[in-house]
């Protein structure tokens, strides 16, 4: 980034700069921050006046700092320090409208400040939000510097999650078998996901130990249907396999037992939920920064796919992505973005690529090998001169195998502090899989995913 200032005796009455700013929601919460100022009007999507319009706010001094942006980098530029600063604030600008801020210099004054008039106007219809005046001490050095880099900063909120709750909750709330939902954890999230309209919960397990947990959370089952299943874990499994054939459930969720007693009933050729794809996993990633939620499969049940399973995992995950309204742009990713024959993932990448060309994997687009810098980032595709519409803007990433999966979920999670959805697919109805260290947001929009991909299969 290139910076120049105009010096005291540069600069003459008459003249000005302007910069645009794009106010988002992330803007809002930085300066929240910054500041301590964490006045609700300003930051959630509630309607605290409740005059029918969700408010979204910019604080009033958040505006006037986009003058002090443009007088420190515009005009009079770098070496500028305020001496005074007048504002009359007209009216309010809100995230996700644009403004144009404006300096323009009034006088040149004896003891080397500058007077300039200020404003901030709304680019839709020119209204007037701020006006005043500003005097600084106008830098006498001149500047003129092109290697400026400032470092950035990532908001910690999960605005796609947020996203996918609010297209779940209009939907009819999805019947859920609810297996062995008898601790905290499972049982809370169930109860969190029924208040939220996404499911209606049905709890299949030991009566007694779910009613127990109940009374532990102090929370109410009237009205929620219990099974009691006295047997093992995996004959609740069965019992919820039940359900989905009967027509009672739409989905299946995950309470505290274990994945391989969860599964195993429902891979039973007879009275299982087989629906001719192998059962995949996908975490549906809500990644601060990134542009859209971000898919990794297979992270939790097939440990080292072949081919034929890797074509189930990137059918699964592109059917998965539609269901959700996203493009499908599935980068396979390996440890080279060239075919190397001593490495098998770049040949299985590859095939899997020309096998959607021909048809044989449809919906989204397919490109592989990639590395995973490639797969996510423009710059290290262009680097590496890769084109087409996938690299370094893939976002669905297969994975070469569970321990690579894994990894990159659990990097993305507690370094990136991502928030992830998990579902298994290719069951008869999306299987909810939640992890007891899931947050309540990551059970939600299980649930959220789980609705979406139940409401598009409905559809078709």
Do not use: W
Not at 59 to 76: D, Q
């Amino acid at each position: 980034m290139r910076m120049v200032n105009r010096t005291f005796d540069e600069m003459t009455p008459g003249d000005g700069a302007e910069l645009r700013r794009l106010i988002t929601a992330d803007d809002l919460y930085v300066f929240a921050a910054a500041s301590g100022n964490y006045n609700p009007m300003h930051l959630s999507d509630t309607d605290l006046d409740q005059d029918g319009t969700v408010e979204r706010v910019a604080p009033g001094m958040f505006v006037a700092s986009l003058i002090s942006a443009v007088l420190g980098t515009r005009l009079p530029g770098p070496g500028t320090l305020y001496r005074r600063q007048v504002l009359d604030f007209h009216a309010r600008a809100h995230a996700g409208e644009e403004l144009i801020c404006a300096v323009r210099v009034v006088e040149k004054l004896a003891d080397g400040t500058v007077r300039l008039e200020t404003t901030v106007r709304r680019v839709a219809d020119d209204a007037l939000i701020l006006s005043g005046e500003a005097i600084v001490a106008a830098p006498t050095e001149k500047f003129d510097q092109s290697d400026l880099e400032m470092p950035g900063l990532i908001v910690q909120r999960h605005r796609h999650f947020e996203a996918l709750l609010d297209r779940a909750r209009p939907l009819p709330a999805l019947p859920t078998a609810v297996v062995c939902p008898d601790e905290a954890n499972s049982l809370g999230g169930a109860l969190l996901a029924m208040r939220e309209s996404l499911i209606v919960p049905i709890l299949v397990g030991h009566a007694a130990a779910i009613h127990k947990a109940a009374a532990d959370m102090c929370a109410d089952l009237t009205g929620i249907e219990v099974i009691d299943v006295p047997g093992s874990d995996s004959d609740a499994a069965a019992m919820a396999c039940a359900l989905v054939h009967e027509g009672r459930a739409g989905a299946v969720m995950k309470g505290h037992l274990h994945t391989d007693d969860l599964l195993k009933p429902m891979l039973d050729k007879a009275l299982g939920l087989r629906m001719g794809r192998r059962f995949t996993h996908v975490f549906v990633m809500d990644v601060p920064g990134q542009a859209e939620p971000l898919f990794v499969t297979d992270a939790a049940i097939n440990i080292a796919p072949d081919l034929a399973t890797k074509v189930d995992i990137v059918q699964n995950a592109i059917d998965l992505a539609l269901a959700l309204g996203i493009d499908p742009r599935v980068g396979v990713l390996s440890a080279v973005e060239t075919v190397n024959p001593a490495i098998q993932s770049s040949i299985d990448a590859a095939l899997l690529s020309k096998m959607a060309d021909r048809g044989q994997i449809t919906g989204g687009q397919v490109e592989g090998p990639l590395a995973m810098d490639n797969a996510v980032d423009m710059a290290a595709a262009r680097t590496k001169g890769l084109k087409g519409g996938v690299a370094g803007r893939a976002n669905i990433l297969v994975v070469p195998g569970i321990d690579a999966g894994n990894m990159l979920a659990k990097q993305l999670a507690f370094i990136s502090h991502a928030e992830g959805a998990g579902l298994v697919l290719g069951a008869k109805v999306p299987v909810i899989l939640n992890s007891r260290s899931d947050s309540a947001m990551s059970r939600l929009a299980s649930c959220a995913v789980a609705a979406l991909h139940h409401a598009a299969g409905q559809g078709k």
